[in-house]
């Protein structure tokens, strides 16, 4: 049980340098972005990779971010047959891309603790 998931892990890992590659150099659409390939997670029997991406500036503009998804959606067998060439396995996985939405969450939320504390540390001092 073990053995499987190191493997899809490793598979994955090596799955996400190769796309972050591909996509900074090959792939010529003008509708993306600027995109970071945050994790890809591979299913057990590697028929489908789900390939979680951000893209730098465009957090907040779901306009542009779905000209991302749709240009990322265009070029997936092209990836696909790209890293088939690059990745030696018998299946190359399908490819599902799905916008990564923590990066930006984690962020807001940090923010809003540093507020709150923030405002605890001015209610304190002006307590005292």
Known sequence: ?????SRTSRIGDQLQKELASLIQFEVKDPRLG?????E??????????DVYYTVLG???????L?????????AKNFLRSRLAKEVKLRVMPH?????????????????????AVRKDQKQDSNEE
Do not use: C, P, W
């Open 40 to 49: 890809v997670r591979v299913a057990k029997d590697l028929g489908y990779a």
């Open 95 to 115: 490819l599902r891309f799905h916008y990564d939405a923590s990066v930006v969450n984690g962020a807001r939320m940090s923010a809003l603790i540093d507020e």
């Open 58 to 64: 465009l957090d907040d503009n779901a306009e542009r």
């Open 1 to 5: 049980m073990a053995g499987e998931f």
């Open 66 to 74: 779905a000209e991302n998804q749709a240009a990322l959606e265009s």
């Open 34 to 38: 600027m995109v970071t390939i945050n």
